[in-house]
């Protein structure tokens, strides 16, 4: 139907689509990617010392180059492309796409500006995550992202993935990358959330900008989440745990009811599942009748 390039030098790290809805104009699907750099630098590229000043003088403008190219590909990183899907700019039978830059960080001299590394759509909104933290973006009327929200981590992290759950609800693993305190970017009015654990998946409530309960129950980091059609939720460890854990709907709806208690819940006490074992994808199989059985197909490691 249509092909949407990547930027020359690098390759998708994350993906999600979503549907914003307008009373005016209906539902619009949009699908939002960021980015990794692919380029290969040569290590001996600049080896061999210059014997003159003309030498001297390629290499100095080929040393440029090389930064200047590294440079625009750490830009890309930083950047989160939109492509809006417009059914009524369609010309004879040709999809149309609008696109748009979404930048998380302001560039700032100062302060290293981290790259985003995972997206994910929560109702409408364009969650964008990087080590640093979370930013929020809704769409206005016009159909630009402008930020909603943006929560900052108490340590910076890898995010290992992250899934929408019900409502303002969001499903983050991460693995905490260092305890030490590091001049980075982040938006001025960042609220920042409490980490009690050193990884695990925290559920964390983005209306109210605080974490509700972490997910303590793998040896590894959680490189997978799945919400389930009934409630349940199923999450999978690295390949030091190997396994595939089931989280009751009743915990889960117990931890995100929203109270007067602000503690932060840690959860152990799931089930493991006897299958797959070490996976690196879990998708629902819905039942095409329409009744409420489902299968679950795992992509699982050799």
Not at 225 to 230: A, C, K, S, T
Request: proline fraction near 4%; include cysteine.
């Amino acid at each position: 139907i249509a092909s949407l390039s990547c930027f020359p030098g690098t390759t998708v790290a994350s993906m999600t689509v979503g549907s914003i809805t307008s009373e005016e104009e209906g539902d619009r699907v949009y699908l939002a990617a960021c980015f990794r750099i692919t380029r290969q630098t040569d290590p001996n590229q600049f080896r061999l010392p210059p014997q003159n000043e003309s030498e001297r003088r390629r290499r100095e403008a080929a040393e440029m180059q090389e930064q200047m190219i590294q440079n625009q590909l750490l830009d890309v990183t930083r950047q989160v492309k939109v492509w809006m899907y417009d059914a009524s700019e369609n010309n004879n039978g040709r999809v149309a796409f609008r696109e748009e830059l979404v930048v998380p960080h302001a560039t700032n001299a100062m302060e290293r500006t981290p790259s985003t590394t995972k997206v994910a759509d929560l109702a409408g909104n364009l969650v964008c995550g990087d080590e640093a933290g979370l930013q929020i973006f809704d769409a206005t009327r016009d159909r630009r992202f402008q930020r909603k929200t943006a929560l900052q981590f108490q340590y910076l992290c890898d995010i290992d993935c992250m899934e929408p759950l019900h409502g303002d609800y969001l499903a983050v693993s991460v693995s905490r990358k260092s305890t030490e305190a590091e001049e980075i970017s982040v938006p001025s009015s960042a609220v920042r959330l409490q980490m009690p654990t050193s990884r695990g998946v925290y559920i964390v409530d983005t209306t109210e900008s605080t974490v509700r309960a972490v997910l303590d129950g793998h040896r590894d980091r959680v490189t997978c989440i799945r919400p389930l059609p009934d409630g349940r939720l199923l999450t999978a460890g690295g390949k030091f745990d190997a396994t595939v854990q089931l989280w009751n709907s009743e915990t889960l709806t117990k931890v995100t009811k929203r109270d007067e208690d602000d503690e932060i819940k840690i959860l152990t006490e799931s089930k493991q599942m006897k299958k797959p074992g070490y996976v690196f994808d879990l998708i629902v199989l819905p039942d095409n009748n329409g009744s409420a059985v489902f299968a679950i197909a795992a992509a699982r490691y050799n």
